[in-house]
């Protein structure tokens, strides 16, 4: 799975819009480029993916550059539940019977998002 | 109707002694996940099961034994627990092959004194 790079910290207005971005430059053509978060005290949650087409769904929005080497993922309306670590991982989709990558999500250290007042 | 349920969310226990955790989901999903999230935060995959068979074995002490009765279950078994296996874990489950999307389960505290 190519590597990615976040800024360690961010913080946003309560109401404004968070974009948080990723640097995944070794990124490969079948791979997905997917964001999770973790509320303190809670379990990963799945926000989003996207292979090379902007996405949104009723969580957040993605945006890939076109050459696919970086990535934001933009919460338009930011709340204080929105505070979090939100984790950019990218790999292939698909299960690979056999593969020491199959279904294996790996964790970077991820941006720490504070949505304050 | 929680998706990922894990049992108990909280364990104490001493050193040398044997635990289990377990990790139960309604999903219908056919791969789950054993995941360790230790004190600096960092979330590492531990094991993966798929239809019951093990996918997954990532250089995790055989003091760690993970059991999947059926598709729905994933128990994980420690023996003579360490100090160094005081950590977070986390059961998920995913549908294999496709997106794989990973849904997780709030986590089990594991304290060992």
């Known amino acids: 799975d190519a590597k990615t790079t976040q800024p360690p910290s961010m913080d946003c207005a309560e109401g404004r819009a968070a974009n948080l971005p990723c640097n995944h430059s070794t990124i490969s053509g079948n791979e997905y480029v997917y964001w999770y978060r973790q509320i303190h005290s809670q379990g990963p949650q799945y926000i989003i993916h996207?292979?090379?087409n902007n996405e949104t769904n009723e969580m957040a929005s993605l945006i890939i550059t076109e050459d696919r080497k970086s990535s934001t993922l933009i919460l338009p309306h930011a709340t204080l539940r929105d505070t979090a670590v939100y984790y950019c991982i990218v790999r292939v989709a698909g299960s690979n019977a056999g593969g020491t990558s199959y279904g294996k999500l790996t964790f970077g250290q991820g941006t720490i998002l504070t949505v304050h007042p | 109707d929680t998706a990922v349920s894990q049992t108990p969310k909280y364990l104490v226990t001493q050193m040398g002694n044997d635990k289990s955790i377990k990790c139960e989901q309604n999903?219908?999903?056919?791969?789950m996940y054993w995941y360790k999230q230790d004190s600096k935060k960092f979330l590492k995959i531990m094991f993966s099961?798929?239809?019951?068979?093990?996918?997954i074995n990532e250089t995790v002490p055989n003091r760690f034994s993970p059991k999947s009765p059926d598709k729905a279950h994933l128990n994980l078994h420690i023996n003579s627990l360490e100090l160094g296996d005081s950590a977070v874990y986390f059961c998920a489950s995913s549908q294999a092959g496709g997106l794989n999307i990973q849904y997780f389960g709030a986590g089990t505290r594991l304290s060992v004194l």
């Open positions: 996207g292979l090379k």
């Open positions: 099961y798929n239809n019951k068979e093990l996918i």
């Open positions: 999903l219908g999903h056919d791969t």
